[in-house]
Nanobody, 123 residues
Framework: QVRLTESKGGLVQAGESLRLSCEAS????????MGWLREAPGKDREFVAM????????YYEEFAKGRFTISRDSAKNAVFLQMNSLKPEDTAIYYC????????????????WGKGTLVMVSS
């Protein structure tokens, strides 16, 4: 059984940092990407960052570039999301996901979801 275990989020002030982690058990990641989506109140769900396991390529949404960094621990099947210079608009539930890669090695379908962790950024 696949399980994604996320660390707890938290409440921080604008400009501060927070690090999320997610560990996958019960599956291999070689042909997958692992990373984060988020859902803010009243907004559509959006990608944050993804780590392609085999190639090591990292994708970031525009808002995350320069502020967020995704990394991994291969031995633990874990990814980490370091979030710096947090803004109130980063307030959201962050979901760890595992995605299958398509024929062009691009993240395609979401196969596994974590339960989500709440990140709140106060102004």
């Amino acid at each position: 059984q696949v399980r994604l275990t996320e660390s707890k989020g938290g409440l921080v002030q604008a400009g501060e940092s927070l690090r999320l982690s997610c560990e996958a058990s019960g599956r291999t990641l070689e042909n997958h990407a692992m990373g984060w989506l988020r859902e803010a109140p009243g907004k559509d769900r959006e990608f944050v960052a993804m780590f392609l396991w085999r190639s090591g390529i990292r994708y970031y949404e525009e808002f995350a570039k320069g502020r967020f960094t995704i990394s991994r621990d291969s031995a633990k099947n874990a990814v980490f999301l370091q979030m710096n210079s947090l803004k109130p608009e980063d307030t959201a539930i962050y979901y760890c996901v595992v995605m299958k890669l398509d024929g062009n090695d691009k993240p395609h379908d979401i196969e596994d979801w974590g339960k989500g962790t709440l990140v709140m950024v106060s102004s």
